[in-house]
């Protein structure tokens, strides 16, 4: 069955024809590692997005605003999802969270990770003949407006992260930390409540879809930075914890938990439950 999956993905994939982008978007082709069958496939990813002030001053803050995501899956996802037996006929709305790494250039943050909600939408109709057909599943995800603080005098250039750039992310069985291998996760509960995910970075797969070769986004939105340009307060350093471990192991009544801070100093405190039931204090960190 999955070398049979295999083969139907890869060969309706080659035959797929991107959809151009919009104009002002970049299109990143992606490779993203689909959990359905454990393979490699192409997938596109535009973003767009405006920087003010432009140009600025070194030094300068600056906001990336108006920015969105988009991405068209490609056309043999329904009917192959529905053969699998993962989607059903008619209408189909599937909850989906999704994990972006947006990287910008000659900045302080260098890197900040958006974790956004929608819900794709597609209907599923079967043909009679046990062949299925399927409206596109195509999301357009509105992205926060985020502050950055502009490096020297050089170019402040916004793109998709590269490889390794998301963080552990709760997406495991039961919200199971988990180290994806890109920059955009997508997580997608099925009309049957078989999980899909979708690990995606900036690149192609190979030959045979069962390995990767990486590539660097291109930039979407450039700003230049110079001497004398416009200059706005930086913004004050949000701290970003997260939690390291992708697994908690139990040392007798221990049970140790690594954490990593970036942007600013962190501090707070951890609990650990079970659903909702607590099974140890609160202990503090800094």
């Known amino acids: 069955m999955r070398r049979t999956l295999v083969t139907i993905l890869a060969t ?3 035959l797929a024809i991107a959809t151009p982008a919009s104009a002002g978007t970049l299109d990143v082709p992606n490779a993203c590692f689909w959990s359905l069958n454990s393979t490699w496939q192409t997938q596109n990813i535009d973003l767009t997005g405006t920087s003010t002030p432009n140009p600025l001053a070194p030094g300068s803050g600056l906001t990336l605003t108006g920015a969105s995501a988009h991405s068209r899956l490609p056309d043999w996802v329904g009917p192959t999802g529905a053969g699998a037996g993962i989607l059903k006929p008619g209408p189909n709305e599937l ?3 999704v994990w972006l790494a947006l990287a910008a250039d000659n900045t302080a943050q ?13 209907t599923v109709t079967d043909n009679g003949d046990g062949t299925y057909s399927a409206t596109p ?11 950055w603080t502009a490096g020297g005098v050089g170019t402040v250039g916004f793109r998709q992260g590269g490889a390794g750039t998301l963080p552990p ?22 009309s049957v409540g078989v999980p899909l995910q979708i690990d995606c970075q900036p690149g ?12 660097t ?11 004398g340009a416009s200059a706005v307060p930086a913004p004050k350093p949000q701290p970003a914890v997260a939690v390291r471990s992708t697994s908690l192991k139990a040392a007798g009544r221990t049970v140790k938990v690594a ?4 942007a600013a100093d962190c501090k707070g405190a951890v609990t650990l439950k079970a659903g909702s039931t607590s099974l140890a204090a609160k202990k503090t960190y800094s």
């Open 137 to 147: 599943i195509d999301v357009t995800l509105p992205l926060p407006d985020t502050s």
């Open 12 to 14: 309706a994939a080659t």
């Open 204 to 215: 192609n797969p190979s030959a045979d879809r069962y390995s990767v070769v990486p590539a």
């Open 95 to 97: 909850p989906t969270k």
């Open 110 to 122: 260098a890197v900040q990770v958006l974790v956004l909600d929608t819900v794709a939408r597609t």
């Open 217 to 227: 986004a291109g930039a979407f939105e450039s700003v230049p930075v110079q001497s």
């Open 259 to 262: 954490l990593s801070c970036t």
């Open 169 to 190: 992310i709760p997406a495991g069985r039961g919200g199971a930390m988990i180290t994806p291998k890109g920059s955009v996760f997508i997580s997608v509960t099925t």
